[in-house]
């Protein structure tokens, strides 16, 4: 199981952008699938966007068209790049790493806050 920890957070405007980056302890070569959830206060966590092996990614509706995820695997590394933010990107962002057999890995996560 490798660890994952989130970087790239913070406070932002509406209308602003950031970059969110995952780090993992080992390859994410192996992996099912890694992605990024988020939670707001009094919500439940929702999947925001992931990649699976093989390259195909998704993303919740809200987000289509403003975020991108992707990877970097020699640096064993998940992005989501984060345009157009609205308030209610409002959350906390984990990244999750869904290995082919065994226990998937999550990061601490990182807040995320929209506001003028």
């Known amino acids: 199981q490798v660890q994952l920890v989130e970087s790239g957070g913070g406070l932002v405007q509406p209308g602003g952008s950031l970059r969110l980056s995952c780090a993992a302890s080992?390859?994410?070569?192996?992996?099912?699938?890694v992605g990024w959830h988020r939670q707001a206060p009094g919500k439940q966590r929702e999947l925001v966007a992931y990649?699976?092996?093989?390259?195909?990614?998704d993303y919740v509706d809200s987000v289509k068209g403003r975020f991108t995820i992707s990877e970097d695997l020699a640096k064993n590394t998940v992005y989501l790049q984060m345009t157009a933010l609205k308030p209610e990107d409002t959350a906390v962002y984990s990244c999750?790493?869904?290995?082919?057999?065994?226990?998937?890995?999550w990061g601490q996560g990182t807040q995320v806050t929209v506001s003028s």
């Open positions: 999750y790493a869904r290995p082919t057999i065994g226990l998937t890995s």
């Open positions: 990649i699976r092996r093989g390259g195909t990614t």
């Open positions: 080992g390859s994410i070569f192996n992996t099912d699938a």
